[in-house]
Nanobody
């Protein structure tokens, strides 16, 4: 299984970016797909999770109301729409998928930098 993360870049505070995690197998075969992030000098932290089959989502408190995770069925991907970005959102964003039998897969990261 391969996960391809894309969409990162440099954006000013208050701006938006849309990340995509494209999977090499049907996203509905995963129990859940999630985004994590790791900022320099900090531990990896959870950002958002989606259960593809039911559409259930949950978010870290720090991104609630600003980020939206969703299915992109046409691309067999899970997207993360990030609005009202803050400098503290700067991090390497990682895509993770877990199968029903608890196998874990990580994609490579995509860098998000929020700076004026």
């Amino acid at each position: 299984v391969q996960l391809q993360a894309s969409g990162g870049g440099l954006v000013q505070p208050g701006g938006s970016l849309r990340l995509s995690c494209a999977a090499s197998r049907n996203i509905f075969s995963f129990n859940d797909v999630a985004w994590y992030r790791r900022a320099p000098g900090k531990q990896r932290e959870f950002v958002a999770r989606l259960i593809p089959s039911g559409g259930f989502t949950n978010y870290a408190e720090s991104v609630k109301g600003r980020f939206t995770i969703s299915r992109d069925i046409t691309k067999n991907a899970v997207s993360l729409q990030m609005n009202s970005l803050k400098p503290e959102d700067t991090a390497n964003y990682l895509c993770h998928a877990r199968t029903i039998d608890n196998r874990n897969y990580w994609g490579q990261g995509t860098q998000v930098t929020v700076s004026s």
